[in-house]
């Protein structure tokens, strides 16, 4: 669908915020999905054949504990705990939190009465869309238990993999492997107007009927448009924080590079805002760009 500026409106969902993401990964009619993905992630650490939905939010052993929300809690027909996590907001600490959530389905195989310590083992995936990993350029992370002097894994039952989204450059033409796609399909699945033919197969066919914007019911998409416009505040009130800082000198010596990322942002919440349909007029209010510059940003986005 062109809309009145002339712009493309995408045809199918964004995976990367949270409606798009639980659509695909964390929906019955679409388990399938989220199977062929994990098994992709895990490889030769034994193949899932079925999986089952756990609720996502988790308590402390007493009510005044903290708890936890995963967006996405399952375990396999083997019997192994996966929790799948989004995060498209850089975190301060975002591996220490991957290392507590972890600490959740682990406490639940506790059995009362007698009981020989016995563990399941417990996967951790976590989907980031900034740099987690300085000075590393692998976009892929396999985390486990080792043993300080050897590097032998001690224990390997306590999984930790990370996927950096940003490092991940390949060209569709460039892809070797399924699970290539699937990291490059998370990054640029709304950009699509018509499904590659470099993306066949059975589970992507799947895939791409589950992402089709047009199947949705209209509660489905305010759902999604909500989705777009949380992750667009979010995005806003980093920007003035980041503004902020910049006018108070906060971080001296390095104005240039937060220049720079405050126009990536600017630029990410253009893109967010024209997905929901806001008037163009309106988006120049918000991000002090001109109707032009607003154009051009969203024609680069395609290509």
């Known amino acids: ?53 756990l609720p996502p939010e988790q308590l402390g052993q007493k009510e005044e504990d903290r708890k936890a929300v995963f967006d996405i809690y399952c375990k396999t027909d083997s019997d192994k705990y996966f929790i799948v996590e989004l995060q498209r907001v850089r975190q301060a600490y975002f591996k220490d939190r991957s290392i507590y959530y972890s600490t959740f389905p682990v406490q639940t195989q506790a059995i009362k009465g007698k009981w020989d310590f016995r563990l399941n083992a417990v996967y ?25 002097k050897t590097g032998k894994v001690f224990y390997d039952k306590l999984v930790y993999k990370y996927l950096e989204l940003p490092k991940f450059t390949k060209s569709l033409e460039a892809l070797e ?15 699509f107007e018509n499904r590659p033919p470099e993306l066949k197969g059975k589970i992507f066919d799947k895939l791409f009927r589950a992402a089709e914007i047009s199947q949705l019911t209209p509660e489905e ?14 995005q806003n009130a980093m920007l003035y924080a980041s503004e902020e800082a910049m006018k108070k000198g906060i971080e001296k010596g390095i104005e240039k590079g937060r220049k720079e990322g405050i126009e990536k942002e600017r630029e990410e919440i253009v893109i967010n805002c024209l997905t929901l ?25 395609l290509k």
């Open 1 to 53: 669908m062109i809309t009145a500026l002339g712009l493309r409106e995408p045809k199918y969902l964004d995976p990367l915020v949270d409606y798009g993401f639980k659509r695909i990964f964390g929906s019955e009619a679409y388990k399938e999905l989220l199977i062929d993905f994990l098994n992709k992630l895990i490889e030769d650490q034994g193949k899932i054949v079925s999986l089952s939905y």
């Open 124 to 148: 951790t995936v976590a989907i980031v869309d900034f740099v987690l990993f300085d000075n590393d350029e692998n976009y892929f992370h396999d985390v486990r238990l080792i043993e300080g």
């Open 177 to 191: 492997n399924d699970f290539e796609r699937w990291v490059y399909l998370l990054k640029t699945l709304p950009k």
């Open 221 to 234: 998409m305010e759902t999604y448009k909500k989705s777009i416009t949380d992750y667009a505040d979010v």
């Open 277 to 301: 349909g806001i008037p163009v007029e309106e988006i120049a209010k918000i991000t002090k760009l001109s109707p032009e510059q607003i154009k051009n940003l969203y024609l680069f986005y």
